[in-house]
C-alpha cells in the first residue's frame, strides 16, 4: 500500500509534464507522441485506483486507435510550414499568463474544497468486492445491456463497409 502513493505522483508528474509539452511543443508529431505519453500515465493511474476494464480501454482506444488517427492525419495534412501568430506583443503573453494563474488557482479552490468534503462524506458503492471491476462490467454488459451492445456493433459493421465502399474507386 505504501509503493502506491509514490506511483501515483510520479503518473501524475508524468501527466502533467506530457500535457504541458503537448501544448508548447512546436512539432505536431512530437506534441501527439507526448500525447499518447499522457494517455498512459493516465491508464496507469486508472489501474492504481482499480479501474482495470477503464485503464485498458483507454490504452486501446485513446493511445492505440486514436492517435494512430491523429499522426495519419497530421502526416497527411503535410504540415511543413510554420504560420505565424496572429498577435504579437505582451498584451498577448500578459493575457495567458493571467489565465494560467486564474485557472491554478482556481484548481487549487476544487482540491482544498474537495478534499474537505470528500472526508466528511463517504460514498458507498453497491458492487460485489469479491468480484473485479472487469467481471462486474462483463456481466452487466452481456446480461442487462446485451442488446445495446449487439445492436452498436451492427452499427460499427455498416460503418466499416460503408468506408470500404467510399474507399474503393471502382464497384
Same mark, same amino acid.
Given at each position: 500500500?505504501?509503493?502506491?502513493?509514490?506511483?501515483?505522483?510520479?503518473?501524475?508528474?508524468?501527466?502533467?509534464?506530457?500535457? +504541458?509539452?503537448? &501544448?508548447?511543443?512546436?512539432?505536431?508529431? @512530437?506534441?501527439? /507522441? #507526448? %500525447?499518447?505519453?499522457? =494517455? $498512459?500515465?493516465?491508464?496507469?493511474?486508472?489501474?492504481?485506483?482499480?479501474?482495470?476494464?477503464?485503464? +485498458?480501454?483507454? &490504452?486501446?482506444?485513446?493511445?492505440?486507435? @486514436?492517435?494512430? /488517427? #491523429? %499522426?495519419?492525419?497530421? =502526416? $497527411?495534412?503535410?504540415?511543413?510550414?510554420?504560420?505565424?501568430?496572429?498577435?504579437?506583443?505582451?498584451?498577448?503573453?500578459?493575457?495567458?499568463?493571467?489565465?494560467?494563474?486564474?485557472?491554478?488557482?482556481? %484548481?487549487?479552490?476544487?482540491?482544498?474544497?474537495?478534499?474537505?468534503?470528500?472526508?466528511?462524506?463517504?460514498?458507498?458503492?453497491?458492487?460485489?468486492?469479491?468480484?473485479?471491476?472487469?467481471?462486474?462490467?462483463?456481466?452487466?454488459?452481456?446480461?442487462?445491456?446485451?442488446?445495446?451492445?449487439?445492436?452498436?456493433?451492427?452499427?460499427?459493421?455498416?460503418?466499416?463497409?460503408?468506408?470500404?465502399?467510399?474507399?474503393?474507386?471502382?464497384?
Amino acid at each position: 500500500m505504501e509503493l502506491v502513493v509514490p506511483i501515483f505522483y510520479i503518473m501524475a508528474i508524468g501527466a502533467l509534464v506530457s500535457g +504541458v509539452m503537448v &501544448v508548447v511543443q512546436k512539432n505536431p508529431v @512530437i506534441s501527439a /507522441l #507526448f %500525447l499518447i505519453t499522457l =494517455m $498512459l500515465c493516465l491508464a496507469c493511474i486508472y489501474l492504481l485506483l482499480s479501474a482495470e476494464f477503464i485503464a +485498458v480501454i483507454q &490504452v486501446i482506444v485513446y493511445a492505440g486507435a @486514436i492517435m494512430v /488517427l #491523429f %499522426l495519419f492525419v497530421i =502526416m $497527411l495534412l503535410n504540415l511543413e510550414k510554420e504560420s505565424a501568430p496572429l498577435v504579437k506583443g505582451r498584451f498577448q503573453k500578459l493575457a495567458g499568463l493571467v489565465l494560467v494563474l486564474l485557472l491554478v488557482g482556481v %484548481l487549487a479552490m476544487t482540491v482544498i474544497t474537495t478534499g474537505k468534503q470528500g472526508a466528511a462524506a463517504q460514498t458507498t458503492v453497491d458492487v460485489d468486492t469479491a468480484v473485479s471491476n472487469t467481471v462486474s462490467i462483463g456481466r452487466l454488459l452481456f446480461s442487462r445491456f446485451l442488446l445495446p451492445f449487439e445492436i452498436t456493433s451492427v452499427i460499427l459493421l455498416i460503418a466499416i463497409i460503408g468506408v470500404i465502399l467510399i474507399g474503393k474507386k471502382k464497384l
